[in-house]
C-alpha cells in the first residue's frame, strides 16, 4: 500500500518494527522490497513503533520510537508532523475457524482425480 501511494504522489511514511518489510518471507523476497520501498522515496522507520499520535492544527503528529538492534536500551524518539492521513496495518489473523477448508480441499483433490480417471 505504501508503494501505491508513493507512486501516486503521496510523501509516503512506513514504520516497520524490524530491519525490513514482509519478515516472514524468503529473505531475498524481504531485502529486495525493502530496497525497493526506500528506492522510490518512502520515508522508511527501520526497528521502530509509533509511539503516541496527537492532533495539532497542522494535521497528525506522530511519536516514534527507533530501537537500536545492536544496544538493548538505546531508543531514540522522532516525530513526523503533519500528517494527514494515517493507515494503520498493525497484523491479521485469518478468521477461517468455521469455513472447514480441510473438507473443501479433500473433496476438490477427490474432484480432480475423479475427473482425470484416477
Request: aromatic letters at 6%.
Amino acid at each position: 500500500m505504501a508503494g501505491i501511494l508513493a507512486t501516486l504522489g503521496s510523501k509516503t511514511s512506513l514504520v516497520i518494527r524490524q530491519t525490513g518489510v514482509l519478515r516472514n518471507f524468503d529473505a531475498f523476497i524481504s531485502a529486495n522490497c525493502t530496497k525497493e520501498l526506500q528506492n522510490n522515496g518512502i520515508d522508511l522507520w527501520k526497528n521502530s513503533q509509533v509511539k503516541s499520535v496527537s492532533k495539532t492544527d497542522k494535521g497528525l503528529e506522530v511519536t516514534i520510537v527507533t530501537k537500536d538492534p545492536e544496544k538493548k536500551n538505546d531508543e531514540k524518539i522522532s516525530t513526523i508532523e503533519e500528517v494527514e492521513c494515517l493507515l494503520w496495518a498493525i497484523g491479521r489473523q485469518p478468521n477461517t475457524s468455521g469455513l472447514n477448508i480441510g473438507s473443501m480441499v479433500t473433496m476438490y483433490t477427490y474432484s480432480a482425480y475423479e475427473e482425470l480417471g484416477l
